[in-house]
C-alpha cells in the first residue's frame, strides 16, 4: 500500500532540505516527481540524481508564491505527464527567519513576506492542483507545517503564524474535499538537520530542542520524508485534516520535562557519592 507507482507528485521546495529527502523517497516509491524550487542550480542536479537512480523526475524552476509561475508549473506537468495525483508544500520563506522576532520587533514587512511565502505559496499551489485531482478521482496533500505553528514561541513570530494558518488551511481542505476523494494533511517537525539550519541556525538552537525532546537525535530531512511518503500513499487512505508531529516527543511533553531531567540526573549522581 505504499507503492506510488502511476503517481505524479509535485514537491516545492524539492531542491533542498526536507524537500529534497522527500523527493527522492517518493520516486523510490516509484511515482513520478516534479521538483519545484527556485534554486535553479540545485533543482536539477536533484531531478538529475533522481534520473540516475532510475526514477523519473522534472526539475521546473519555479517561484510558488508567484500565480503565473504556478500556474505555469502545472501546464507544464500536465503535458509531462497529464496531471498531479500527490502534492507536498514544503517551499517556505525561510530567509526571512532570520528577520523574525518578538511583536515589537517584528517588522510588517517581515510578516507579509513570510505569510506570502509560507501561507499563500501552499494555498496558490493547492487552488491549482484541486482540479487536476478532482477530474483523476482525488488525490493526497501534505503541508509541511511546523511545531512552531502548534504553540506560543519567544521568537519566530512570523514563521509560527504563517505555520499557524497552513494548519488551518489543511483542515479546510480537508473538510472541502474529503468526499471528492482527496486527503490533506500536515506534518509539523520541529528542529531539522537540514543545510540550511546547519549554516544560519546558532547551534545552541538545535541544543535547545533536542534538550526538551524525549527522542537521543533531533530529526534528519529522511525522518520527515518518510512520514509524508506514507501520508500520501493508499496505508494512509483514512488519515485527512490531521497535524503529525515528527518532533521528538517534543510537544506532547510537560514544559518542564528537561529541567525534571536534569534534576533527576542530579539527585541520582548525589545519591551515588
Not at 501561507?119 to 511546523?146: F, K, T
Not at 531539522?192 to 541544543?207: L, M, Q, S, W
Not at 530531512?221 to 497535524?243: C, I, K, N, T
Request: proline content about 5%.
Amino acid at each position: 500500500m505504499n507503492d506510488l507507482s502511476g503517481k505524479v507528485a509535485v514537491v516545492t521546495g524539492g531542491a533542498n532540505g526536507i524537500g529534497e529527502a522527500t523527493a527522492h523517497t517518493l520516486a523510490r516509491r516509484g511515482a513520478a516527481v516534479a521538483i519545484a524550487d527556485k534554486d535553479a542550480e540545485r533543482a536539477p542536479l536533484v531531478a538529475a540524481q533522481i534520473t540516475a537512480a532510475g526514477g523519473n523526475a522534472l526539475a521546473v524552476v519555479t517561484d510558488v508564491s508567484d500565480p503565473e509561475q504556478v500556474d505555469a508549473l502545472m501546464a507544464r506537468i500536465r503535458d509531462q505527464w497529464g496531471g498531479i495525483d500527490i502534492l507536498d508544500n514544503n517551499a517556505a520563506a525561510l530567509d526571512l527567519t532570520a528577520e523574525d522576532g518578538d511583536i515589537l520587533t517584528l517588522r510588517p514587512d517581515t510578516l507579509a513576506g513570510m505569510l506570502n511565502g509560507s501561507l499563500v505559496a501552499p494555498y496558490l499551489m493547492i487552488r491549482a492542483a484541486l482540479p487536476d485531482m478532482l477530474e483523476r478521482g482525488g488525490g493526497a496533500i501534505v503541508n509541511i507545517a511546523s511545531v512552531s505553528g502548534m504553540a506560543g514561541e519567544p521568537g519566530l513570530t512570523a514563521y509560527g503564524v504563517a505555520k499557524a494558518g497552513l494548519i488551518q488551511l489543511t483542515r479546510a481542505v480537508a473538510n472541502q474535499y474529503g468526499k471528492s476523494g482527496i486527503r490533506c494533511n500536515a506534518v509539523a517537525p520541529a528542529f531539522v538537520r537540514t543545510r540550511h539550519n546547519e549554516i544560519y541556525a546558532p547551534p545552541r538552537f538545535g541544543a535547545i530542542y533536542s534538550r526538551n525532546m524525549v527522542t537521543p537525535e533531533t530529526a534528519t530531512p529522511q525522518d520527515v520524508a518518510e512520514v509524508v511518503a506514507f501520508l500520501v500513499s493508499d496505508a494512509a487512505r483514512m488519515v485527512s485534516g490531521h497535524v503529525v508531529p515528527v518532533d521528538g516527543g517534543l510537544t506532547d511533553s510537560s514544559p518542564i520535562s528537561a529541567d525534571y531531567r536534569a534534576w533527576m540526573t542530579e539527585m541520582a549522581g548525589a545519591q551515588a557519592d
